[in-house]
């Protein structure tokens, strides 16, 4: 499919700054651009690209000013970044869609699946599942007993969904994802082992989640862990049961939640982050990379670093005194050589 510089920017409300004729077929990145293919600015640090690319269209904040000639034709935009979203998200929603059921899929007969729903093969759809309409279930899928599925759903191949879970509309589930799977519950006994305890309640996601590959999401001991709408999980997260995510927080990849702790809305979480159990962490609150949260986040006016984590500007502080320990201990060691040794004199 191609699309000119006139039909881009009319699409993105942008202006153009060179040849509006100029067309392109794909996508690339502008280090990487060729003719016939469309890239992106918004990363200052990758400017000097822009004077070589061989892309034949760049999307570009209004505010950039070139230093050089720029031979691309320019589209001007509020947010680049946020453009060449919606314009992948355009492409998206032309790329053919799969109907039907295939023949080696296996749908129980109490089973519901929507209008223009594909099921792909080997996929196993249990007693009582309902999967809603134009949703794309790809091979090797098992979705469980009992389970609801709404409209315009993405499933991936091999992803598993125990019973009783809940998915909502518009969500994107990655391969390897298991929603549902028992959460880590079990009691000490007086002879030093442990003993399961079961876990009846589910999961529910809310709309417009995505969850990507291998994440993991445990089901609640009674009651439900819940997704609120339009949370992103990055790929490698372990979910634990009775967590709460709040609406639209994102979280990057080998996050780790413990049981029954709730994070607020639109909280940014960054990769490694640990968080312990029970606790409650302030919406809008951002944790940096590899953080350890060991009590409540009531604060959110500063990024959290560290473990256990401090504010931002806490731990820069208590860090520049950390990594001078060594000559610090040095430095104690020796003082305390010379106050012995006057300590040694005056009792002389």
């Known amino acids: ?83 060449l979203s919606q314009l992948l998200m355009l492409v998206e929603q032309y790329k053919p869609r799969r109907e039907g059921i295939d023949k080696d899929a296996f749908i129980a007969d109490s089973a519901k ?68 799977g028992d959460g880590f ?19 529910v996601l809310e709309d417009d989640v995505e969850i990507c590959a291998n994440t993991t999401i445990d089901r609640a001991t009674m009651g439900s862990t819940v997704i609120h709408k339009g949370v992103k999980i990055d790929n490698l997260v372990q979910v634990a049961h009775n967590v709460e995510i709040g609406e639209h927080t994102v979280m990057a990849a080998q996050v780790g939640v413990a049981g029954s702790s709730k994070l607020g809305k639109h909280c940014t979480v960054a990769g490694q982050v640990g968080i312990a159990g029970h606790l409650h962490v302030a919406d809008g609150t951002t944790l940096a990379a590899q953080a350890g949260i060991i009590s409540d986040v009531t604060d959110n006016s500063s990024p959290y670093f560290g473990t256990p984590c401090l504010p931002v500007k806490q731990y820069l502080r208590s860090y520049s005194v950390f990594k001078k320990m060594p000559e610090l201990q040095t430095e104690i060691h020796q003082m305390r050589k010379e106050l012995n040794e006057l300590k040694n004199k005056q009792a002389e």
């Open 113 to 180: 699946i929507g209008e223009k729903t594909y099921v792909g093969h080997y996929t196993v759809v249990e007693d009582n599942a309902q999967v809603g309409d134009a949703c794309q279930i790809y091979p090797q899928v098992y979705i469980g007993e009992r389970v609801r599925i709404g409209r315009n759903c993405l499933i991936y191949p091999g992803v598993k969904i125990y019973h009783d879970c809940v998915i909502g509309d518009n969500c994107t589930l990655h391969a390897g994802v298991v929603i549902g």
């Open 1 to 83: 499919m191609e699309f000119t510089a006139a039909q881009i920017a009319s699409f993105l409300s942008g202006t153009v700054e060179g040849n509006p004729e100029a067309k392109v077929s794909t996508f690339t990145k502008i280090e990487e651009g060729k003719p016939g293919g469309l890239s992106f600015l918004s990363n200052p640090k990758y400017t000097h690209y822009i004077y070589d690319t061989e892309a034949s269209i760049v999307l570009v904040n209004k505010d950039f000013v070139a230093e050089k000639p720029v031979t691309a034709t320019l589209i001007r935009v509020d947010n680049a970044y946020a453009s």
């Open 185 to 203: 519950g079990f009691a000490p006994q007086a002879d030093g082992s442990y003993k399961k305890i079961p876990q009846i309640g589910n999961v």
